[in-house]
């Protein structure tokens, strides 16, 4: 399980109302510390977003690693200036540096400079090796963010330099460029590890429904990507995902209701 940070930064895909909703609940890293030492204290130790651009996860994460005394593992998604000039290589050089700087680990290339890089006709992610190679010069690990489930194909097909990919992928097919069989093919296909992302669809489907989908429907090397806003739903979603592994059902109250004497919500406690 990989921490996301999208119910931290303020990207709901939902509204301006409910990104507004996310900014006012994390105005700093020492709002989120809650949230991010629930996870650690169940052992979920990676976090993955645009590090360095945000203040809010970078002072997360300080906090965190700093009250804890653990070291997180950090994913950074930079966007990178990939225009062919020499002013735009050196950007792009400053960019990859302050992940370094910023102590990630992996630094995976943002999938909107990605896929300005993509010919289809060819089947090439064009100059993809330019930036891996500036990614391994500053000691971090390459990786790509494939919202274009065709990164993944071409990678591969081509054997660039990278360790592992982003993918979006969730049982409704939420901003899936195509239908869910053919990624969930792709990722199982895949010849490194996939980080899959929006396995709850931003909010559109359950915990439950989503992370039992995303578990049980990929390798035991890929991972899932799972974002919330407090520490119990933190939990919920470790108790859910540890259950669907273990194949029982998770140990999570009945939903809320005015009424709670009611037979259909069965007689469990």
């Not at 940070?5 to 303020?10: H, Q, S």
Request: a negative charge; glycine letters at 8%.
């Amino acid at each position: 399980m990989i921490i996301g940070t999208n119910w931290i930064l303020g990207w709901s895909h939902r509204s301006p109302a409910a990104d507004l909703q996310i900014k006012n609940r994390f105005p700093d890293g020492k709002a989120v510390f809650p949230l991010l030492n629930t996870f650690l204290a169940e052992g979920v130790d990676t976090i993955m977003g645009p590090l360095q651009q945000e203040r809010v996860m970078q002072e997360a994460v300080k906090e965190a690693q700093n009250r804890t005394g653990r070291t997180m593992i950090l994913i950074d998604t930079p966007i990178i200036n990939v225009d062919d000039n020499e002013k735009s290589r050196r950007e792009a050089r400053e960019t990859i540096h302050r992940s370094r700087v910023c102590g990630a680990t992996f630094c995976l290339v943002h999938h909107s400079s990605a896929e300005q890089l993509v010919n289809k006709n060819q089947h090439q992610i064009v100059r993809l090796g330019d930036y891996t190679d500036m990614i391994r010069q500053e000691g971090m690990i390459p990786g790509l963010s494939a919202h274009m489930p065709e990164l993944i194909t071409y990678s591969d097909e081509n054997g660039y330099d990278v360790e592992t990919y982003i993918q979006i992928y969730n049982c409704m097919g939420f901003m899936m460029q195509v239908e869910i069989e053919t990624v969930a093919s792709i990722i199982h296909h895949a010849k490194k590890p996939v980080m899959t992302i929006k396995p709850m669809a931003a909010g559109r489907t359950t915990p439950y429904v989503g992370l039992n989908f995303s578990w049980n429907t990929i390798r035991p090397c890929d991972m899932v990507t799972v974002g919330c806003m407090t520490p119990e739903e933190a939990g919920e979603d470790i108790e859910i995902s540890r259950a669907a592994l273990e194949h029982r059902f998770p140990k999570i109250g009945k939903r809320g209701s005015p009424n709670q004497k009611q037979d259909a919500f069965g007689s469990h406690s």
